[in-house]
């Protein structure tokens, strides 16, 4: 009897453990904060002063060009590797960052399946945010602003991915 009581709230447990990996807030948030994922997001936000950098101070984003080249960023066109503005900063909690995520991909005026397709496609395939994770853009083979290895999501694209995957599954929820 002790076993089978034990075993259902060990059940109970697990059970509760994974739902708790569909909320954004788990696992996903925190990564969201690193350095290699603020750095490109926070670049043209107001509370860093406009173009964040001091080495960028008074440059326009079509200045940038000029040095981020195609042999530098891997991507033909300066749009392309730019992260959108506003999309998130690391002034943003847990939901405004779950929020803002869904409201740039206008997740209220797709189903599920077609938002979750497109969360993927962003999060697993886009050099972008491997470059926030592996460390570099497709050609360049460093870090922006001298970064260190520990500026990158923790873990790597294995658990990156199972990460997105269960909230995905998980309804994506901002909690």
Known sequence: ????????????????ALADDGNFSTQLYAKFQTKGCTTCHDFFEKGRKGLAFSSHK???????????????????????????????????????????????LHAKFKNNALLARQVELHLFADPRVLWGIEGATPNSGMLPGGGKEKDLVKEGLV???????????GGMKCK
């Not at 009897?1 to 509760?16: E, R």
């Not at 040095?67 to 300066?78: L, P, S």
């Not at 658990?159 to 599954?169: L, M």
Request: proline share 3%; with cysteine; charged share 20%.
């Open 159 to 169: 658990k990156w991915k199972e990460q997105v995957t269960a909230w995905i599954r």
């Open 1 to 16: 009897m002790k076993i089978g009581i034990f075993a259902v709230v060990l059940s109970a447990w697990s059970f509760s």
């Open 58 to 104: 008074g440059r326009t984003p079509d200045m940038c060009v000029l040095c981020h080249t195609q042999e530098v960023t891997g991507f033909k066109h300066a749009d392309e590797w730019f992260a959108q503005p506003a999309l998130y900063t690391s002034a943003m909690n847990s939901e405004q960052t779950c929020e803002a995520t869904k409201t740039a």
